[in-house]
């Protein structure tokens, strides 16, 4: 394998266009972890950099034949160079790119009766990948990420999502109207996640084709998404508690509507996005 020592490289240019979101092209991939879940999700690097120094730990060890043999270019690299291209504050031992994959409207809502959680100005990443991540875990179909929410494929938002933005067909739209019209045209109810005046999530039918819109942390929901809503929806919350982690409300949510699936079908249950 070739060997960086220079943080003149390309590869580290590559990797700070990235970063800096002046590539949208492609995504970075921090850690052994990430990297290992994105291959297991057939989301293969085009390239890699390893920390020379830890080319023999037992983790990368397992890792690299499974690089090699998918082609990916790998390369060693010093701790200078590692420091400029991983964004934690120890730099990881592997960063890799890979090219981004996002799906369209079409793509998002074609499932039979489908459960898309849809993401309005969340802004902190963390909480952006932390929504992919209770979707997939509750058997949601999708998520959508629109208005002014942070990216789903930046480094914090993927490692948030701990692999489900790579498993989970994902969506970015920042016009949150037309995902909305998407929604439409594809026979989905709207449901607007509110603080207070709509109904417990219980009450309020989950089991067929719906759009779960969360709002971003503090402002929550726009009034002109609620207004658009079919149904407004609110999760009760003992006093003094008056709000809740947007991840949380999506969990909620999602798993509500699992829950409702499975009463209607007992015995047959499966959603949209499982055979």
């Not at 240019?13 to 879940?37: F, M, P, Q, T, Y």
């Amino acid at each position: 394998m070739k060997h960086i020592t220079s943080r003149q490289n390309s590869l580290v240019s590559r990797c700070r266009d990235v970063l800096r979101g002046r590539d949208r092209n492609r995504i970075l991939l921090d850690g052994v972890h990430l990297v290992a879940e994105a291959i297991d999700a057939g989301v293969i690097p085009t390239e890699a950099a390893v920390a020379h120094a830890a080319l023999a730990t037992p983790e990368l060890a397992a890792l690299l034949p499974q690089l090699i043999a998918a082609g990916v270019d790998v390369i060693t690299a010093n701790p200078l160079v590692m420091s400029a291209i991983s964004p934690v504050k120890s730099s990881s031992p592997i960063v890799a790119l890979a090219a981004r994959h996002t799906v369209t409207a079409d793509e998002l809502f074609q499932p039979d009766a489908p459960v898309i959680v849809g993401a309005v100005n969340v802004q902190h990443p963390g909480n952006v990948g932390a929504i992919a991540r209770v979707a997939e875990a509750g058997g949601a179909s999708g998520v959508a990420v629109t208005g002014q929410s942070a990216d789903p494929f930046g480094w914090k938002a993927l490692r948030g999502s701990m692999g489900s933005a790579f498993r989970l067909p994902l969506l970015t739209e920042p016009d949150t109207g037309r995902l909305v019209q998407a929604a439409r045209r594809h026979h989905c109810r709207v449901i607007a996640a509110v603080p207070r005046g709509g109904r417990p999530p219980d009450e309020v039918s989950l089991a067929g084709a719906v759009l779960l819109m969360v709002g971003g942390e503090g402002a929550g929901l726009p009034s002109e998404v609620v207004d658009k809503a079919d149904e407004r929806v609110t999760i009760p919350m003992t006093s003094p508690v008056e709000s809740l982690n947007t991840a949380v409300c999506a969990a909620l949510l999602v798993y509500e509507a699992r829950r409702q699936r499975r009463a209607e079908s007992p015995h047959g249950f499966a959603l949209s996005r499982q055979s």
